[in-house]
């Protein structure tokens, strides 16, 4: 076969293609005509009068109806989120906000804090702790930052208190002999101190010296206080708990404030919160303390503040210190038993003394036992005065530890007097307490307090 027969061919292939393209194309159009010529008939047969009705085609049948279900539980909730845009953008921001603070407390709680060494790998960050060496809070506070990588030193006044810190075996925990009784002797100890921390310091042999820095200083003050009425607190307890508390940390500080000042050292200073928050009857020493010693500290931080040295306050609630010797409070009774009072003021104070030490017992308020509720952790506190020695800018008062913001607050804002029911206080009629009765309530109010 030529060429020339096969290009014939292929144009013949090309016309049979066009004519049945065609032809379908007639065909689909003559039969969208009749369908349309067919459905026209049938409109108007159907809009005939002249027709029966049995002629007629008969008419379409009506659209099925769709059935609604119940809306969902998705549904509804959509719903009300379209109908209350305002009130769920409020809640969405309050919920993302409480996560994000959670979830920002929770990464610095469990973020790693270290001290900072010097260049050879040596520690040079120094750290003064003021307070009793045989009180918990004071032991677990030096082996956390010696554990962080801080030198410890403890202020003693005693070959007893120097015996306890050097019991530690810890090499990075030091005593500081410190007797701010003698003036001469606490001038020698701070030049001997200062004289330790600009002296170039060799870690270990071959290393290059280096010099250490005072970071801060921590006033831990006693924190167990005497309870009772007023009456029955001898002026020698006054006294003792004003100079070892008050004074204590007063001529503490002013000892140390020249190096405070030469280092750019911070001040920290720990005080209970929960009784002078809520300020209940029968515990008038640890109020007028806690108190003095917080004015104390408002006007150091002030004063210091124009040199830019960071003064810091710590209200503490109560912790749990299972782990250095027992579960203790932080804050404890240590009054007299009210067996001990004369027997007029065992008659007006003894029932709502004792109903008071009850309940705040049972609610982990001022005992110095274990009660049913568990204190935070002492990490919290570790934490918040590793962060207050280190951060930039340091919050001026830290409140660490259960019950330190809720007490607070309810010392703000409800009423003395109903802090005082709750507590169990009721008014006491003179006039029901008869004076034969007294010596007979002696025996009672022993047994009543064996019992708690």
């Known amino acids: 076969m030529t060429s020339d027969d096969q290009h014939f061919l292929d144009v013949l292939a090309g016309i049979s293609r066009d004519i049945r393209k065609f032809t379908g194309d007639i065909a689909d159009a003559t039969d969208r005509h009749f369908e349309y010529v067919a459905a026209t008939i049938k409109d108007k047969l159907a809009a005939a009068d002249w027709l029966p009705q049995s002629a007629r085609p008969p008419p379409p049948p009506p659209p099925r109806a769709i059935s609604r279900l119940p809306p969902g539980y998705l549904d509804r909730v959509q719903d ?8 769920t953008a409020a809640v969405v921001a309050f919920v993302g906000t409480g996560a994000f603070l959670i979830w920002r407390k929770k990464k610095g709680y469990n973020r790693k804090r270290r001290a900072r060494r010097a260049t050879n790998g040596a520690r040079r960050e120094v750290i003064v702790i003021a307070g009793p060496p045989s009180s918990p809070i004071t032991k677990t506070i030096s082996l956390d930052l010696e554990r962080r990588g801080f030198i410890v030193y403890v202020v003693v006044n005693s070959v007893e208190e120097e015996q306890i810190v050097h019991g530690e075996a810890r090499v990075d925990i030091r005593p500081l002999n410190l007797d701010i009784v003698d003036s001469l002797s606490t001038r020698e100890a701070i030049e001997h101190f200062n004289n330790i921390l600009l002296s170039p310091h060799i870690a270990f042999s071959g290393a290059s010296p280096h010099n250490l820095n005072f970071a801060g200083l921590l006033l831990v003050p006693d924190l167990i206080y005497p309870s009772g009425p007023i009456e029955t607190v001898s002026p020698e307890l006054w006294s003792d708990a004003l100079n070892a508390k008050v004074l204590s940390t007063i001529a503490t500080t002013q000892a140390f404030l020249p190096t405070i000042c030469e280092f750019k050292a911070r001040v920290l200073v720990l005080t209970p919160s929960i009784v002078s928050s809520l300020r209940p009857p029968f515990h008038g020493v640890e109020s007028a303390v806690v108190g003095a010693l ?147 309530s002696v025996q009672s109010w022993e047994k009543v307090e064996s019992s708690l």
Do not use: M
Request: aromatic content about 10%; charged content about 20%.
């Open 294 to 440: 917080e004015g104390f500290t408002t006007s150091l931080r002030g004063e210091l503040g124009t040199l830019g040295i960071d003064v810091c306050q710590f209200k503490l609630g109560t912790f749990d210190y299972g782990s250095v010797g027992g579960k203790h409070h932080i804050q404890s009774i240590g009054g007299p038993k009210t067996y001990a009072w004369p027997a007029s003021a065992r008659a007006l104070y003894a029932h709502n003394y004792v109903t008071q030490s009850r309940i705040a017992g049972s609610k982990g308020l001022f005992n110095e036992n274990g009660s049913v509720s568990a204190g935070s952790a002492l990490r919290e506190l570790h934490n918040a005065i590793f962060d207050a020695l280190t951060q930039k800018r340091p919050r001026k008062v830290w409140r660490v530890g259960r019950g330190s913001v809720a007490y607070d607050i309810v010392g703000k804002w409800v009423p003395t007097g109903l802090v005082g029911w709750i507590l169990g206080i009721r008014r006491v009629s003179l006039d029901e307490v008869a004076e034969p009765k007294l010596e007979d």
């Open 80 to 87: 009300w989120v379209s109908r209350n845009r305002a009130i």
